[in-house]
């Protein structure tokens, strides 16, 4: 690295052929176990956008398409734009912390909170918080800073979440996602009991066609698996365990619809559908989703890092009601 804000690679031959931000990535990675600074150490995900805000040039043109070919002897010249003020207002909001470190935080997130701005949800979100909780110790993408979301939950999903709190930690994160070595499992309460007690589900998904707000299973969609067992039977209901093998949008949700069990109170994917003498399981106010276990590798040291929680009261107490029949 020249200075704080250029950092100036050479594509060898092991990374020619590679697509330009994956042979990038590579070389980063190279230079921070040299240098041990974590300044250079770039995600895919940061390169593109540094792409697309047009900081990364190639033998001095300004290079568009993450998706080239790197070609050996190219040069490459990075330039990291200055953190800028996100838009997001940092917000005091509690957050309930199970895990914190300088390179991470593991947290447990509660029904109903989004987890970044957007339409209808100026504020009160994750990102909120976690603003004002960490300053500008974030991860900094493109320029703006950020906290490093790593993975999302919806706004109804409660749980386990990692947040990365730099880009080294963003990028050792997002290749545990890649590679799978990141674990996550889901407990869910769906309509009725899976004929199959345990099994793997795999099944493509992506935006429906008909309503761009919902995603579908699609043959030309992108792959997704998800792994199932039955804890509880219940009868008209069941306590399923979720892990997670590819994160898509949705993807519990759908697959547990598409099977015929949707979670109990989604209403996106049929799981408040009206059914008679089963009014315990139609006016549940959300879907019974929650993320219990968070397994990963920290970026630091390698070491694996095992967290698990409770399901929230309203979950809670749905499970007692199932058990008594009543």
Same mark, same amino acid.
Not at 81 to 94: G, L, Y
């Given at each position: 690295?020249?200075?704080?804000?250029?950092?100036?690679?050479?594509?060898?031959?092991?990374?020619?052929?590679?697509? *330009?931000? /994956? $042979?990038?990535?590579?070389?980063?990675?190279?230079?921070?176990? @040299?240098?041990?600074?974590?300044?250079?150490?770039?995600?895919?995900?940061?390169? @593109?956008?540094?792409?697309?805000?047009?900081?990364?040039?190639?033998?001095?043109?300004? %290079?568009?398409?993450?998706?080239?070919?790197?070609?050996?002897?190219?040069?490459?010249?990075?330039?990291?734009?200055?953190?800028?003020?996100? *838009?997001?207002?940092?917000?005091?909001?509690?957050?309930?912390?199970?895990?914190?470190?300088?390179?991470?935080? =593991?947290?447990?997130?509660?029904?109903?909170?989004?987890?970044?701005?957007?339409?209808?949800? +100026?504020?009160?979100?994750?990102?909120? $918080?976690?603003?004002?909780?960490?300053?500008?110790?974030?991860?900094?993408? &493109?320029?703006?800073?950020?906290?490093?979301?790593?993975?999302?939950?919806?706004?109804? #999903?409660?749980?386990?979440?990692?947040?990365?709190?730099?880009?080294?930690?963003?990028? /050792?994160?997002?290749?545990?996602?890649?590679?799978?070595? %990141?674990?996550?499992?889901?407990?869910?309460?769906?309509?009725?009991?899976?004929?199959?007690?345990?099994?793997?589900?795999?099944?493509?998904?992506?935006?429906?066609?008909?309503?761009?707000?919902?995603? *579908?299973?699609?043959?030309?969609?992108?792959?997704?698996?998800?792994?199932?067992? =039955?804890?509880?039977?219940?009868?008209?209901?069941?306590?399923?365990?979720? !892990?997670? %093998?590819?994160?898509?949008?949705?993807?519990?949700?759908?697959?547990?619809?598409?099977?015929?069990?949707?979670?109990? &109170?989604? #209403? =996106?994917?049929?799981?408040?559908?009206?059914?008679?003498?089963?009014?315990?399981?139609? !006016?549940?106010?959300? @879907?019974?989703?929650?993320?219990? +276990?968070?397994?990963?590798?920290?970026?630091?040291?390698? +070491?694996? +890092?095992?967290?698990?929680? =409770?399901?929230?009261?309203?979950?809670?107490?749905?499970?007692?009601?199932?058990?008594?029949?009543?």
């Amino acid at each position: 690295m020249n200075d704080s804000s250029v950092i100036r690679l050479c594509i060898k031959n092991e990374q020619s052929g590679l697509r *330009a931000d /994956k $042979a990038l990535a590579v070389l980063c990675l190279e230079l921070y176990e @040299q240098s041990k600074d974590e300044a250079v150490s770039l995600s895919r995900s940061r390169i @593109q956008a540094l792409m697309e805000a047009g900081c990364i040039e190639c033998n001095g043109e300004k %290079l568009k398409d993450s998706s080239r070919a790197a070609k050996e002897g190219e040069e490459y010249k990075i330039t990291l734009p200055p953190a800028e003020k996100a *838009a997001p207002e940092p917000e005091n909001i509690p957050l309930d912390i199970i895990y914190e470190d300088e390179y991470v935080i =593991v947290l447990n997130k509660p029904i109903g909170m989004v987890v970044h701005p957007g339409a209808g949800n +100026k504020g009160g979100t994750l990102v909120n $918080a976690l603003l004002a909780h960490c300053g500008e110790d974030l991860s900094g993408i &493109g320029g703006e800073i950020r906290p490093g979301i790593v993975h999302r939950l919806d706004k109804d #999903t409660s749980g386990l979440m990692i947040i990365a709190k730099n880009d080294f930690a963003h990028r /050792k994160l997002a290749e545990q996602f890649e590679n799978r070595s %990141l674990s996550r499992t889901y407990w869910a309460v769906v309509w009725g009991v899976p004929e199959l007690r345990a099994g793997e589900i795999e099944l493509s998904v992506g935006r429906s066609a008909r309503d761009r707000k919902k995603i *579908a299973i699609r043959s030309d969609g992108k792959r997704a698996v998800t792994r199932y067992r =039955v804890l509880e039977d219940f009868g008209v209901a069941s306590l399923i365990e979720c !892990k997670l %093998l590819t994160g898509r949008t949705h993807q519990i949700r759908v697959h547990m619809a598409h099977k015929g069990h949707p979670i109990v &109170g989604d #209403t =996106v994917y049929g799981g408040r559908t009206a059914r008679k003498g089963e009014e315990l399981l139609t !006016k549940f106010p959300r @879907q019974a989703l929650h993320a219990i +276990k968070l397994e990963f590798l920290h970026p630091k040291d390698g +070491k694996m +890092k095992r967290f698990k929680t =409770v399901v929230p009261k309203d979950m809670e107490k749905l499970l007692v009601k199932l058990k008594s029949g009543k």
